[in-house]
């Protein structure tokens, strides 16, 4: 696939979106092809029969929810490179009381250990790079570690009205930009004060300040400065390894959403966040849909605008987050069909060079349509992505679901630190996974098995740092959960 061809694709995504006649079918699924997600604990109901009188009832008909989860992930790198091998079992318990006048409390945690892993620290002999993907399924704060680890996660308290709520505590969001990013044992989570407003007819506004976050892969809490540079840093924008963990303030992060259904196939959000002396971020999306025949066509389109605010972080332009000006804009597309169990998406990104696209990592994935497991757009500018995803659901095997993705990400050059900022080549990916929900004895377990492939398609110049863990490697994923 040629980068013209891409592009040319995009054009054919965009070009229906203003001539759509509105049709009574809901819009399709937004594809996520291989996505490793954990199925959220379930929310009690809040029937009559489970709401408490007394505050001892509140607790004798709480609800308990476990989980177990087995993640084993192994990358081969071509040449003559380290490859590496992980298994992580993982364990989980919470609790949530039944509500007592509107109120209820809930609490939760998870721990895991590593079973039969390799050794992660084996660095690449030319670069002294060690394992990228596998280290997170423990504690990326200290890799050797190898004993039993976790964390208290869930702490909070609920409020309900209606069908509003209010939450304060530690818990588990996820929005757009600010999400679970749950491919490894366990999630991120976040503390603060969110609420959630629901009176209005097919419309949600959701609020929230956030002081402390959790990141997937870490056993601590952080604030929302110093959650920040806990993954890696890359470089900044003069092209020296940023050094900016440990050295921003911020007061907290705020965000703020608007979401509307104007028909059962079409709706509208839009969400800003804004990082306190870091940046702000808005993003907002389109979806809509129609019937074609037997099948369903679907549309989706999102923006997303930046800027830095206040120092970027620091006062020091060495120890900057976002450096001060620094603007980005990013578009995304999707065109998407439907038909009995096939399911097919043409989707397309675009991140203009007025500067990189930031988000932490560590507070969770970006949104982007031609998003695939295992890497990231984030903290780049001018990017064209193009890629088409699959799916299929076995009518003869309940619950059996294949699916497969295949994209071209053209990046800016590695030597670009404007605009690149890991050294990451333009690259091509393929994912593939088979995910499947047991029944009868099996109840509560779900499969999955993920394949993971990514090629590369820029420059390297011959140097090894711009290839190791980043292209050129086959990965293979095999995760199995077991919910009660």
């Given at each position: 696939?040629?980068?013209?061809?891409?592009?040319?694709?995009?054009?054919?995504?965009?070009?229906?979106?203003?001539?759509?006649?509105?049709?009574?079918?809901?819009?399709?699924?937004?594809?996520?092809?291989?996505?490793?997600?954990?199925?959220?604990?379930?929310?009690?109901?809040?029937?009559?029969?489970?709401?408490?009188?007394?505050?001892?009832?509140?607790?004798?008909?709480?609800?308990?929810?476990?989980?177990?989860?087995?993640?084993?992930m192994a990358t081969w790198n071509q040449g003559y490179r380290p490859d590496y091998f992980a298994n992580g079992?993982?364990?989980?318990?919470?609790?949530?009381?039944?509500?007592?006048?509107g109120v209820q409390v809930g609490a939760g945690g998870f721990a895991w250990v590593s079973v039969g892993s390799?050794?992660?620290?084996?660095?690449?002999?030319?670069?002294?790079?060690?394992?990228?993907?596998?280290?997170?399924?423990?504690?990326?704060?200290?890799?050797?570690?190898?004993?039993?680890?976790?964390?208290?996660?869930?702490?909070?308290?609920?409020?309900?009205?209606?069908?509003?709520?209010?939450?304060?505590?530690?818990?588990?969001?996820?929005?757009?930009?600010?999400?679970?990013?749950?491919?490894?044992?366990?999630?991120?989570?976040?503390?603060?004060?969110?609420?959630?407003?629901?009176?209005?007819?097919?419309?949600?506004?959701?609020?929230?300040?956030?002081?402390?976050?959790?990141?997937?892969?870490?056993?601590?809490?952080?604030?929302?400065?110093?959650?920040?540079?806990?993954?890696?840093?890359?470089?900044?924008?003069?092209?020296?390894?940023?050094?900016?963990?440990?050295?921003?303030?911020?007061?907290?992060?705020?965000?703020?959403?608007?979401?509307?259904?104007?028909?059962?196939?079409?709706?509208?959000?839009?969400?800003?966040?804004?990082?306190?002396?870091?940046?702000?971020?808005?993003?907002?999306?389109?979806?809509?849909?129609?019937?074609?025949?037997?099948?369903?066509?679907?549309?989706?389109?999102?923006?997303?605008?930046?800027?830095?605010?206040?120092?970027?972080?620091?006062?020091?332009?060495?120890?900057?987050?976002?450096?001060?000006?620094?603007?980005?804009?990013?578009?995304?597309?999707?065109?998407?069909?439907?038909?009995?169990?096939?399911?097919?998406?043409?989707?397309?990104?675009?991140?203009?060079?007025?500067?990189?696209?930031?988000?932490?990592?560590?507070?969770?994935?970006?949104?982007?349509?031609?998003?695939?497991?295992?890497?990231?757009?984030?903290?780049?500018?001018?990017?064209?992505?193009?890629?088409?995803?699959?799916?299929?659901?076995?009518?003869?095997?309940?619950?059996?679901?294949?699916?497969?993705?295949?994209?071209?990400?053209?990046?800016?050059?590695?030597?670009?630190?404007?605009?690149?900022?890991?050294?990451?080549?333009?690259?091509?990916?393929?994912?593939?996974?088979?995910?499947?929900?047991?029944?009868?004895?099996?109840?509560?377990?779900?499969?999955?098995?993920?394949?993971?492939?990514?090629?590369?398609?820029?420059?390297?110049?011959?140097?090894?740092?711009?290839?190791?863990?980043?292209?050129?490697?086959?990965?293979?994923?095999?995760?199995?959960?077991?919910?009660?």
């Amino acid at each position: 696939m040629s980068r013209f061809a891409c592009l040319l694709g995009a054009g054919l995504l965009l070009a229906p979106a203003a001539a759509w006649a509105q049709h009574a079918e809901p819009a399709l699924a937004r594809p996520v092809t291989g996505r490793t997600q954990l199925a959220p604990y379930p929310t009690p109901a809040l029937a009559d029969t489970v709401r408490a009188r007394t505050l001892p009832e509140a607790f004798s008909r709480g609800r308990w929810h476990g989980r177990l989860r087995n993640y084993t992930m192994a990358t081969w790198n071509q040449g003559y490179r380290p490859d590496y091998f992980a298994n992580g079992l993982g364990a989980g318990l919470r609790f949530e009381t039944a509500p007592f006048h509107g109120v209820q409390v809930g609490a939760g945690g998870f721990a895991w250990v590593s079973v039969g892993s390799a050794n992660l620290l084996t660095a690449d002999a030319a670069t002294g790079a060690v394992s990228r993907y596998e280290v997170g399924l423990f504690d990326v704060t200290n890799p050797s570690r190898r004993q039993l680890a976790g964390r208290a996660e869930e702490l909070f308290v609920r409020y309900r009205f209606r069908q509003s709520a209010a939450t304060f505590g530690r818990q588990l969001l996820n929005t757009p930009l600010l999400n679970a990013h749950d491919g490894r044992l366990s999630p991120g989570y976040e503390q603060g004060l969110w609420l959630e407003f629901r009176e209005l007819p097919a419309t949600t506004i959701t609020g929230g300040w956030l002081t402390h976050i959790a990141p997937r892969s870490t056993t601590g809490w952080y604030s929302v400065a110093n959650s920040l540079g806990l993954y890696p840093m890359g470089v900044n924008e003069a092209g020296q390894r940023a050094s900016y963990a440990g050295n921003l303030r911020s007061r907290g992060l705020g965000v703020l959403a608007v979401s509307r259904q104007w028909s059962p196939r079409t709706t509208t959000q839009v969400w800003n966040y804004y990082a306190d002396n870091l940046f702000d971020a808005t993003f907002a999306e389109l979806t809509t849909g129609r019937a074609v025949g037997t099948g369903q066509l679907s549309l989706g389109a999102q923006y997303h605008y930046q800027r830095t605010v206040g120092t970027g972080g620091n006062a020091d332009p060495r120890l900057v987050y976002s450096a001060p000006g620094r603007q980005a804009h990013a578009l995304s597309a999707r065109l998407g069909y439907q038909r009995g169990p096939w399911s097919l998406s043409g989707n397309y990104t675009r991140i203009t060079r007025t500067g990189r696209f930031l988000f932490p990592r560590e507070w969770g994935r970006e949104p982007f349509y031609t998003f695939l497991p295992r890497e990231r757009t984030e903290g780049l500018g001018g990017l064209d992505a193009a890629a088409l995803l699959g799916g299929y659901t076995f009518a003869r095997v309940p619950g059996l679901k294949a699916e497969v993705g295949y994209g071209h990400y053209y990046l800016p050059d590695v030597r670009d630190t404007r605009l690149n900022k890991y050294g990451l080549p333009s690259y091509q990916q393929l994912n593939a996974s088979l995910t499947y929900p047991f029944a009868g004895w099996g109840r509560g377990l779900r499969g999955q098995l993920l394949y993971v492939y990514k090629g590369a398609l820029g420059n390297t110049y011959g140097e090894d740092r711009y290839i190791v863990n980043k292209v050129d490697f086959h990965q293979l994923n095999v995760i199995l959960n077991y919910d009660f």
